[in-house]
């Protein structure tokens, strides 16, 4: 009987101890699914404020840079550039001056290159309903008698989240039109294909994003992680 005791009193105890510690994991879980809910929570924020921080930006490809050694030369002649879309778009303004007024800043994004490839512009305006129209308008561009601006595309100036994925799908979007895939655009964050294969998601090879829905140049993959390289530069420290 005492045996039997001895034994039963062992048992409790490695119940109890088997209970505590499933008690303990338990616990342990619900502090990792909390602390994981925190961390989204956090990363939701700081893409909100990534977003809010870029509202009134916008990156300009291809704009030819001045030649000039002087660096406030060089913004002036960056900055005349952006006048210049703005005239040949008629957005900002009736004059020169009031258009001049409408941008805050004009800045080259990461070191100067050698060779003709020019640097890509980031400018700041003063408010997101001149940053929006332009963006909506930038397809006309390719319209203007102005031919210097034919070449050149607009894009919002996207979060480092937003860039990762929109690189992600301009790189499906070519291996799976490198496998033979035809009618193959990027719409709304996905690929999308065209209903009728005369349909034209956009002009000269190109499409153009827009405030209410995402619609990516179709820069090719290494254009793309060229830009990246560029933007990443401007973090640490943007050129004239």
């Not at 502090?31 to 990363?43: G, K, N, P, T, W």
């Amino acid at each position: 009987m005492e045996v039997i005791e001895n034994k039963f009193e062992e048992s409790h105890v490695k119940l109890e101890e088997v209970t505590t510690a499933l008690e303990m994991s338990a616990k342990k879980a619900e502090v990792q699914e909390c602390s994981a809910l925190m961390m989204d929570r956090i990363a939701d924020l700081e893409e909100a404020r990534e977003k809010t921080k870029r509202e009134k930006n916008l990156i300009i490809h291809n704009v030819k840079e001045s030649r000039s050694a002087k660096p406030e030369e060089r913004k002036r002649d960056d900055l005349h550039q952006v006048v210049s879309i703005l005239k040949a778009l008629n957005i900002g303004g009736d004059s020169d001056e009031v258009r001049h007024n409408q941008v805050s800043s004009v800045t080259r994004l990461g070191a100067k290159k050698s060779g003709n490839s020019p640097r890509l512009m980031k400018v700041t305006f003063r408010g997101k309903e001149i940053r929006d129209k332009l963006l909506r308008e930038a397809r006309c561009l390719r319209d203007v008698p102005e031919e210097h601006l034919h070449p050149l595309f607009i894009v919002p100036d996207l979060t480092p989240k937003e860039r990762a994925e929109d690189l992600r799908l301009r790189t499906e979007l070519k291996a799976r039109k490198d496998q033979g895939e035809s009618g193959l655009f990027i719409k709304r964050g996905k690929i999308a294909k065209k209903k009728d294969t005369g349909q034209k998601s956009g002009q000269g090879g190109r499409t153009f994003w827009t405030p209410s829905q995402a619609m990516p140049t179709e820069t090719s993959v290494e254009e793309e992680q060229s830009a990246e390289e560029a933007r990443s530069a401007d973090a640490s420290g943007a050129s004239v």
